[in-house]
Each structure stands twice: as structure tokens, then as C-alpha cells.
């Protein structure tokens, strides 16, 4: 079927009560009072709303979703930087939710012009992913269950901080990829995720959110571990292979701590990767 014809058949969808709300990006967003078909457009937020308690109100979630378990059997609508609108809007969604830092606005602004309401967040850090939470639970109406889970996630984060508190800092380098070597900045997410796990990284000081270093600069920071992630491209037998890895202390000693993806989504299993990194750099 062809778009046009989908938007004419979503148009024919009976209205219902709605609210004004703004979202993230400053963008005046025209929201249904209880929405009920939801489609997320990146996988953080997917654990997002499975997490308010949402999880059966999701119709369609992005590609490379992985958290919650349960939300891979959805059906899926493309990439988070492409997703496929006619897909979107052959599912009649009443409410469509994106992410600023992963999303194009492009894209919600077509999918509104077919007059499909989009409500965008945009978390940077981990008080980003509170304020996101709060932000999708007054779109889906679960206010109370967003405060609930806010205040759940930031004993959990505080609890890490503490036990972690005066113990040595252990400096770290994660390789994002390595040809170019792309690392973590100091505005990058998984900056804050080591500093509060009682690491830190050595490119921390560095203004760009994923910029890229050379070995010799690396080299020079002298990180006592490596920080890889689990399933990544970016693996110690591949590094062991590349010109120059050797040289570096932690490569030979063999010191590398491992995440998982969760490490990657600013939603509630970022605090699962917070833990698990505490226990690895502080057993």
C-alpha cells in the first residue's frame, strides 16, 4: 500500500481528548490524554516505557532493540536514523516517542504532517535519564509510576557512589572503534557511567562527546585497564592485531574490564552497567 494511501486511512481514525504537552527539544507536541499504540523509534526508550509499566501499549519498537527481553518479539520498524514511516503509519499509532541524540527531527516533523503526534526526549548523563523519565510519564499519563522509578534508579546510583567513595581511581580507556581510534569525550554518556562506577576515563578531559585520538596520545594518558564491550567489533584479540596496541601496559598485562550494551542506553539499564562496573573496578 501506498503512504499517501495510509496517511488517507489513518486520517479517517476517529479523534480523541488530547493535550498540549512540550517535549524535549522545545517542540509544542499535541498529545492523545491516554495513549494506548505506542511506537518507539530507539531502543533506550523502548526499556524507557517497558520500564514505567507500558510495555503492552508498544505496537512497533526500532531496530537493535535488546532490553527488556521481551520487547525483541515486536515488530520492528527500521533504524533509529531511518526508520520506515510507511511501516509507522501502516500501524496506526496514536502516539510515536524519539530520542534527539539518535533521531532526526525530519522525521517527526513528517511523521506529524500525516498527523501523528511525536514526543521527543533528549537525556544527556545520568540525570538526563531521569529527566526523560519524568518527561515520558506525564506524555503516557503514568506520572506516579515515573516518580516511583526515578526514585528507585537514583537510591541504586547513590548506593554505588557510596560504597565506591575514597577507593582508588581506576583509570581507563574504551576504544569506541579503532581505525580511526574513536574514544568516549567528556560530554559522552558513558563518561559519567565510569566516574560514577569509581573510574575515570582518561579522555575525559577531552571537550568532544566521541572524538577521535591517536595511539600515541593513548600511550601517553597510560590507562591502567581497557574497557571493551561485550559482542563489539572492538575486541582484544582484533586491538592485539593492530599496529602499535602492544606498546600500550594494560594491552600486554591483558587488564580489561568487559560491559554489555546496556552500558550504551541512557534508560534504566544503564544503572544495571553502573553496578556491574563497580564491582569489576572494586570487587
Not at 219 to 225: E, I, K, L, N, T
Not at 244 to 257: E, F
Request: proline share 7%; glycine share 6%; net charge negative.
Amino acid at each position: 500500500m501506498k503512504l499517501c494511501a495510509l496517511v488517507l486511512l489513518f486520517a479517517a481514525v476517529p479523534c480523541f481528548a488530547s493535550r498540549t504537552l512540550t517535549d524535549e527539544l522545545g517542540r509544542t507536541v499535541v498529545v492523545p490524554d491516554h495513549p494506548h499504540r505506542l511506537v518507539c523509534l530507539v531502543p533506550s526508550i523502548v526499556d524507557d516505557v517497558y520500564s514505567l509499566g507500558a510495555g503492552d501499549e508498544v505496537i512497533a519498537v526500532s531496530d537493535y532493540t535488546k532490553f527488556p527481553a521481551q520487547a525483541e518479539t515486536k515488530p520492528k520498524i527500521g533504524a533509529p536514523m531511518n526508520p520506515s514511516l510507511e511501516n509507522i503509519v501502516a500501524l496506526h499509532p496514536d502516539l510515536v516517542l524519539g530520542s534527539g541524540d539518535m533521531n532526526h527531527v525530519q522525521t517527526a516533523n513528517q511523521l506529524e504532517s500525516y498527523g501523528i503526534p511525536v514526543f521527543m526526549v533528549n537525556p544527556h548523563g545520568i540525570a538526563g535519564i531521569y529527566t526523560s523519565i519524568l518527561s515520558l510519564g506525564k506524555a503516557l499519563r503514568r506520572e506516579s509510576d515515573a516518580s516511583r522509578l526515578i526514585q528507585s534508579l537514583q537510591a541504586r546510583e547513590q548506593a554505588v557512589r557510596k560504597r565506591v567513595g575514597g577507593k582508588p581511581v581506576v583509570r581507563v580507556f574504551m576504544p569506541v572503534w579503532y581505525d580511526p581510534i574513536v574514544t568516549i569525550g567528556r560530554h559522552a554518556f558513558i563518561t559519567e557511567l565510569i566516574e560514577a562506577a569509581g573510574g575515570v576515563s582518561i579522555t575525559s578531559d577531552i571537550a568532544q562527546e566521541w572524538p577521535q585520538v591517536s595511539l600515541e596520545a593513548i600511550v601517553a594518558r597510560h590507562p591502567d585497564a581497557l574497557l571493551l564491550v561485550r559482542s563489539s567489533k572492538v575486541s582484544l584479540s582484533e586491538l592485539s592485531i593492530r599496529p602499535g596496541w602492544d606498546t600500550l601496559p594494560a594491552m600486554r598485562a591483558g587488564r580489561v574490564y568487559y560491559a554489555d550494551s546496556r552500558i550504551d542506553l541512557p534508560s534504566p539499564v544503564a544503572i544495571d552497567a553502573l553496578e556491574n562496573l563497580a564491582k569489576q573496578f572494586h570487587p
